[in-house]
């Protein structure tokens, strides 16, 4: 082989003089410039190093120098002329595409220069310069931008690249052995970067982006040695929690038979399973509801410095409840009760109705209930209110064992609350209360004088007579039930009663339970919170604390409670108000919830009951009291076939929770003494709620049952709408008698009802059968025109008879 110049060599391999001088000088071959001789020992290993085979590599290792391009120029210029037209016809495309767009002229240089190799796929016969061609092209394109920009920003290039050039290398280097038109193109590809070297930088860097999605050996989290969880967790929280993934878990559930998703919520079961076999402790975390107020009352140490304030309990006063049937004397026994017992040692005190009172017997107070009945104690009970300690039957002798009675043993029973046996009406002659003792056995009190453990106490509470004796059984039973509060604690009760006061604002009666009540103390009444005002006893006094079973009239509360409600006093008046916040809140979503049961509910009642009617009703008033008055007497309104049922009642202004309650269940609000609020009032006129406002209890009910009458079956009446003249008549077979008619007043009509008259006296009564203007049957024929009647099951028309026609027309009930 003989000596070939560098720069010779340099046009062979297709590479600059200055690229073979290098390599030559990594060879330790010296040369001094591009005239200088290569021996051939030393070009076998330079052809080694730029043979196709190793192009990529070279170029790689050259692309850095931006000599390079400048080298490569001329002699991408020199086989440019080789170039097939076609070639040359794209290539100025791709540049004068590329051109333009400045700095980023390298990233769309390669692009395009990606799009010109595809284009040229076909020129399989051109490869050797298909390599070199394409390369010219893209360093043709290139240089004029790339040289400017290459000067300035090695980086800017290399920033740009790598995309396109990646993509360009890996095509490369899959597609090279192969030599086809594709391979071809992307050596074409790689000449391109190697003329526009950037992109092969861009080799690298594709490289380098790769490797980091090579799988990196996992390292999983160490487990935790114990979790908490509150209710449940769902399978990617569980998984979170002992950092491993959710996959990983669902597998595990489903070995254990258990098909998750990853969001679905597990059970402490399931959870406890899963933790087991990561051997992982698990413990689920239980939060107290500071909202709920029944928690204070189970749990007295669940205020923590509550705890600390508590001394011993002491003994407190038993609350009674009397209970019996109606006209038995319960209202006469309460007020002959507080009567020879409350103006006691109380001088100059005024009795104040305010739900409950208190009474001193030998030192020891006994507090009643005043509101009589087994209504308002279900009513209590109903809303988990257990405020009774001891209920009085009153039974009067003379009238025995009667409905109601019955109704107060059983829901004193219910309540597991004991009973005392007030046979009242001693007085009368006519008392028999070995039939009332007889009567009860029945029911299960048997009186201890007959071998049972009901104490049966005989009086008149007419005459104040017994009385005594009835205090004295209460204490005896009440010591029995060792009944036990801590005056020092704060107070917690239940709501007795509670209204709209105009001068006050909302006013309720509480019955202090546990711990005392003090006049400034922050306090959550059922679904309302307040500081209390001022409190006033049962005998009208202004009082400044009031201890256990004492019943007090509170204000200061912001809204106005309902009678069952519990009352809690907080430590501070933040606590109160953001628990009573927070309880209302709640309160109104749950109405919500409740609506659409109420719906439900109906829905489903209908379907049960067929046809039934009813009228839902939404009773507001002053008071509870009355609210309690009205709703009886409504639910006694008896019209055949419709039922009254009340959804919802209470003490206070007409709001809009009301209005919208309303509007959901079709029901209509009655408003007693009360308004509706702004808020409700417009409410109710965009929905179309009926809201009837009353201040008198009969006229409410009068309404709502002429209301519920025209719920039902319309009623209808006879109305005569014209007069009909026979002036001849036609038999015609099949058909019968035809009436040739003339209509002398009104109307008729097809659907009309008719009566004949005959000499002013009715001789048939029945329907239409025909009714016809000439031959066409006619819907109506008013006055002054002639007609074709016949008669159904009438036949004995005669010439001068008068057809009475009318119709039914449908009624209001009244
Ligand atoms: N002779 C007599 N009459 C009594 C006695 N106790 C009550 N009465 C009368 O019985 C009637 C009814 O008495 P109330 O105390 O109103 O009876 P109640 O059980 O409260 O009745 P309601 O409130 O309707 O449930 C009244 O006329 C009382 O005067 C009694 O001990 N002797």
Known sequence: MTKIRVHEYAKKVNKSSKEVIEELGKMNVEVTNHMSTIDPGSAEKLDKKFSPANNNKSTTKSSPRPQGQNSNRPQGQT???????????????????NRPQGQNGSRSQGQSQTSNNRSQSGQSANRPQGQNSNRPQGQTGNRPQGQGNNTNRPQGQSTNRPATAGSNTSQGGQNRPNQGPSSQNRQGGGGNRR??????????????RHRPANPMPKVEKPLPEKITFYESLSVGELANKLGREPSEIIKKLFLLGVMATINQELDKDAIELICAEYDVEVEEEIRIDVT??????????????????????????????????VDHGKTTLLDSIRDTKVTQGEAGGITQHIGAYQIESNGKKITFLDTPGHAAFTTMRARGAK?????????????GVMPQTVEAISHAKAAEV?????????????????RVMQELTEHGLVPEAWGGDTIFVPISALKGEGIDQLIEMILLVAEVGELKADPKVRAKGT??????????????????????????????????????????????????????????????????????????????????????????????????TEKA???????????????????????????????????????????????????????????????????????????????????????????????????????????????????????????VIGQVEVR????????????????????????????????????????????????????????????????????DIKEGDIIEAYIMQEVKRV
Do not use: W
């Not at 928690?295 to 669940?302: A, K, L, N, T």
């Not at 009774?388 to 003379?398: C, G, Q, S, Y």
């Open 79 to 97: 086989q440019t002329g080789n170039r097939p037209q076609s070639q040359t016809g794209n290539r100025p495309q791709g540049q004068s595409n």
């Open 195 to 208: 003329g526009g070297r950037p992109p092969a930088r861009g080799i690298n860097q594709g490289r380098r």
């Open 292 to 325: 709920d107020l029944e928690i204070y009352f189970e749990d007295p140490d669940s205020d923590e410095d509550e705890a600390e304030s508590a001394t011993e309990a002491i003994e407190r006063p038993p609350v009674v409840t009397i209970m019996g049937h």
């Open 387 to 399: 405020v009774t300690d001891l209920t009085i039957l009153v039974v009067a002798a003379d009238d």
């Open 418 to 434: 004991p009973i005392i046996v007030a046979v009242n009406k001693m007085d009368k002659p006519s008392a028999n209360p070995d």
């Open 495 to 592: 709501v007795i009663e509670a209204q709209l006061d105009r001068g006050r604002g909302a006013v309720a009666t509480l019955l202090v339970q546990d711990g005392t009540l003090h006049v400034g103390d922050p306090i959550v009444v059922g679904n309302t919170y307040g500081r209390v005002r001022a409190m006033i006893n049962d005998v009208g006094r202004r009082v400044k604390e009031v201890g256990p079973s004492a019943p007090v009239e509170i204000t200061g509360l912001s809204n106005v409670p309902q009678a069952g409600d519990r009352f809690v006093v907080f430590k501070d008046e933040k606590t109160a108000r953001q628990i009573g916040e927070t309880r209302a809140g709640e309160a109104i979503q749950e109405q919500r």
């Open 597 to 719: 049961r109420v719906t439900l509910d109906n829905l489903f009642e209908q379907m049960k009951e067929g046809e039934m009617k009813e009228i839902n009703l939404i009773v507001k008033a002053d008071v509870q009291g009355t609210v309690e008055a009205m709703a009886a007497s409504l639910m006694k309104i008896d019209v055949e076939g419709v039922n009254v049922k009340i959804i919802h009642t209470g003490a206070g202004a007409i709001n809009e929770s009301d209005i919208s309650l309303a509007a959901a269940s079709n029901a209509i609000v009655i408003g007693f003494n009360v308004r509706p609020d702004v808020n409700a009032k417009r409410a109710a006129d965009e929905e179309g709620v009926d809201v009837r406002l009353h201040r008198v209890i009969y006229k409410v009910v009068e309404e709502i049952e002429s209301a519920m009458k025209g719920l039902l079956d319309p009623e209808f009446e006879e109305k």
């Open 728 to 795: 001849e008549t036609f038999k015609v077979s099949k058909v019968g008698t035809i009436a040739g008619s003339y209509v002398t007043d009104g109307k008729i009509s097809r659907d009309s009802g008719v009566r004949i008259y005959r000499d002013n006296i009715m001789i048939f009564e029945g329907e239409l059968d025909t009714l016809k203007r000439f031959k066409d049957d006619a819907k109506e024929v008013a006055k002054g025109y002639e007609c074709g009647i016949t008669i159904k099951n009438f036949n």
